[in-house]
């Protein structure tokens, strides 16, 4: 296992370029499974997550192929139906592939996901509106069971915003029997994102972006080429950092469109933000100031973004309170933070963050992948000696070379092997 090591102080400078964002790949390579043909991908991000969304594929008989920096994918001769529990344990995002298998295979076979450090993640809206598609659905042995010879549109209505729920049921819908309404979808810019896949396809979706996405099934669905939306938790954990550190950065190949809640919340807290059409500039103020956050579904505050913003309020002047409304255990970085001698109180699903002047190097653990992003940020500006951050393939999963983008804005840390 590696470690990132992280010698604090450093102000951060420079231009960082953002990668494709994780949590639409993840989708729109699933949704290649709904047709054969060479689709052809453009910035895919090299992350452990993808790595596992791929070998599942392989081992359905997708075949892959690197083409001009895009990741070629044909799903002409699919073997199999079942994601195995031994990958599916490792990425809970495998239940995209229920869907797209469902509506090509009439059958899917999928572990079921457990939970995860930030919550019990359950998936019963997924199952709920494929069941009211008319798919037979049994629950057997940890395996999701599914059978459906033609799946038909519904009219599906989800208790709660879900991205993977209404990414899922996008998928399975688009060669459904009739039209599918979701309601109270969710709206993330990944859903469009995948939304503008399926369309490049032939699908007919539209909506998508809003809470009601209105879906007629068609017949026939076509490869297609498709470039992934930056990652805008990547652009924003970077802005967070060049908050932190007084710096003063430049973050390329981003769509600020996509954070606009965190670039509110950053001005409150004393920063300069400039944005362009696909750049912003950011500019980190000498003293924080404390700001109250409370996340929610998009375009509300990313949960994605609320460890890192914890670690921003930190070190900053006075008290804050931070909300945290979709994961029912999403303060773990906490306890390390606290290592590094932040006062943080927890009551519930709420956080007081009294602000310190500094914070000090130790020695922490990462346990999810948010949460071991703001340990990172937090090493950057802690002071006596080097902070080190164990298990980063927590990281790995969802960052791309992140030691690698902040060493390129100035920062002290390199990955070191355990
Ligand atoms: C997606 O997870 C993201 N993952 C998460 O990013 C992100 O934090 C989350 O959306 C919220 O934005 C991917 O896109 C691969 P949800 P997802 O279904 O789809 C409840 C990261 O760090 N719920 O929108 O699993 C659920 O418990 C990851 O990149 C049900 O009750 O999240 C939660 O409270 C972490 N039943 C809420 O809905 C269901 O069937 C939102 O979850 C589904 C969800």
Redesign the pocket.
């Known amino acids: 296992m590696d470690k990132i090591v992280i010698e604090g102080g450093k102000r951060l400078k420079g231009a960082v370029s953002i990668s494709g964002a994780?949590?639409?790949a993840?989708?729109v390579m699933a949704a290649c499974l709904l047709t054969g043909g060479w689709h052809r991908l453009k910035r895919i991000p090299r992350l452990r997550?993808i790595q596992t969304i791929q070998r599942i594929m392989t081992d359905l008989g997708t075949a892959f192929k690197e083409e001009g920096g895009a990741l070629e994918v044909n799903s002409d001769h699919l073997t199999g139906y079942q994601a195995p529990y031994d990958l599916v344990k490792t990425?809970?995002?495998s239940?995209?592939l229920l869907g797209p298998l469902l509506a090509r295979c009439g059958r899917a076979k999928i572990s079921l996901p457990g939970g995860?450090a930030?919550?019990?993640?359950?998936?019963?809206?997924?199952?709920?509106a494929l069941v009211a598609m008319g798919a037979d659905i049994y629950l057997e042995h940890g395996y999701i069971n599914a059978r459906a010879n033609r799946l038909n549109g519904a009219n599906i209505f989800?208790?709660?915003?879900?991205?993977?729920?209404?990414?899922n049921i996008m998928m399975a819908a688009v060669t459904a029997r009739g039209s599918t309404i979701l309601k109270n979808a969710?709206n993330?810019p990944?859903v469009q994102d995948l939304a503008d896949m399926l369309r490049s396809m032939g699908a007919d979706i539209e909506g998508d972006g809003t809470d009601t996405i209105v879906i007629q099934g068609v017949n026939h669905l076509r490869p297609c080429q498709h470039e992934i939306i930056p990652d805008r938790?990547e652009a924003g954990t970077f802005m967070i950092g060049a908050a932190i550190t007084r710096g003063d950065i430049t973050i390329d190949a981003c769509l600020p469109g996509h954070l606009i809640s965190l670039v509110e919340k950053l001005e409150l807290a004393g920063a300069d933000v400039d944005t362009g059409d696909r750049c912003m500039t950011i500019r980190g103020p000498d003293r924080i100031q404390s700001v109250d956050i409370k996340t929610m579904?998009?375009p509300g505050f990313?949960?994605?973004l609320q460890a890192q913003f914890m670690t921003l309020m930190a070190v900053a002047d006075g008290w804050s309170m931070i909300r945290e409304t979709?994961?029912?255990n999403r303060f773990i970085h906490v306890s390390e933070l606290r290592r590094m001698g932040a006062d943080i109180e927890i009551n519930g699903s709420q956080a007081l963050v009294k602000g310190k002047d500094r914070l000090f190097s130790a020695p922490v653990m990462a346990t999810?992948?948010?949460a071991s992003a703001s340990l990172v940020l937090a090493g950057l500006v802690a002071e006596g000696g080097r902070t080190e951050v164990h298990r980063i393939y927590h990281l790995d999963?969802?960052y791309e070379a992140i030691e690698e983008k902040f060493k390129g804005l100035g920062a002290a840390i390199w990955r070191e092997s355990e």
């Open positions: 994780k949590n639409a993840l989708p997550d990425m809970r995002a239940i995209l995860c930030i919550g019990a993640r359950p998936i019963n809206l997924h199952l709920k989800f208790d709660i915003p879900t991205v993977t729920g209404t990414e969710a993330e990944e938790i579904p998009y990313p949960t994605d979709i994961f029912e999810d992948l948010r999963r969802g």
